[in-house]
């Protein structure tokens, strides 16, 4: 790896509430523990993870470069150890979540390279729009409105400091790449006196392709979650 990556060690002691209440990490037919898909990591082929994303592989070196939340990472395989490339971001979730990681590594063993058609849908409106609805309006859609909706200026701070990119929704609203072309909005509505703050989040609809509920209301948490850890970088 290039001299200017950086390596975090990992540590499973981290707990993010959501994932908690969904069983993200727990043993069942749906998710399965993390020494699960770390054993399907390492028997997967690399190549072909390449290449069904569209993502570089250094077969000499054995990594995969990934951009996640604005970072390029790169992830070795087949022991999924994570290092950023220096940027001006200063905090690195995929190297410190528990969930970021997870979702990660089931979008390698799962994901596919695949562009949105410039629709972007709310979790209702997935396919399996009402699995986890509650948890993630609670944990997220109300997380985020309650967080910042009287904050729109430190809001705008942080989401400039990502570099993501003002849209035209709400009072104030950004859109970000979770991974390559798997684009999220986040819109903010101001309380005031009379109607207290609200939000909505927005997934580009190619999301289905690659994810399934549970990933997109741990992804939602995983992203309002790291708001505040980049305010601390700003």
């Known amino acids: 790896m290039s ?19 969904l069983g993200y990490g727990k043993d069942s037919k749906e998710r399965l523990p993390w020494e699960h898909y770390l054993s399907q990591y390492q028997e997967a082929d690399p190549r072909e993870i390449a290449a069904r994303l569209g993502i570089s592989y250094d077969e000499e070196q054995k990594y995969f470069t990934l951009k996640f939340l604005g970072t390029v990472y790169q992830i070795s395989w087949p022991d999924f150890q994570v290092s950023h490339e220096a940027d001006d971001m200063g905090f690195y979730p995929l190297e410190t979540m528990t ?24 979790y209702r409106e997935m396919p399996w729009g009402e699995v986890y609805l509650r948890q993630f309006d609670g944990r997220c859609i109300k997380r985020l409105a309650f967080s910042y909706g009287n904050r729109i200026k430190d809001f705008q701070a942080i989401m400039e400091h ?72 700003i």
């Open 162 to 233: 990502m570099h993501c990119v003002p849209v035209k929704h709400g009072d104030i609203a950004y859109q970000l790449e979770i991974f390559p072309d798997y684009l999220v909005q986040m819109i903010l509505w101001e309380g005031d006196d009379e109607f207290p703050p609200s939000s909505q989040i927005l997934f580009s609809d190619n999301f289905p392709i690659s994810f399934q509920a549970e990933d997109m209301a741990v992804m939602g948490d995983v992203i309002i979650g790291s708001l505040k850890s980049f305010a601390k970088c």
């Open 99 to 122: 969930y970021a990681r997870t979702l990660t590594i089931r979008f390698l063993l799962n994901g596919a390279e695949a562009s949105g058609t410039g629709k972007f849908k709310t």
């Open 3 to 21: 001299s200017d990556v950086k390596t975090t060690t990992f540590s499973p002691a981290e707990t993010e509430s959501v994932g908690d209440k």
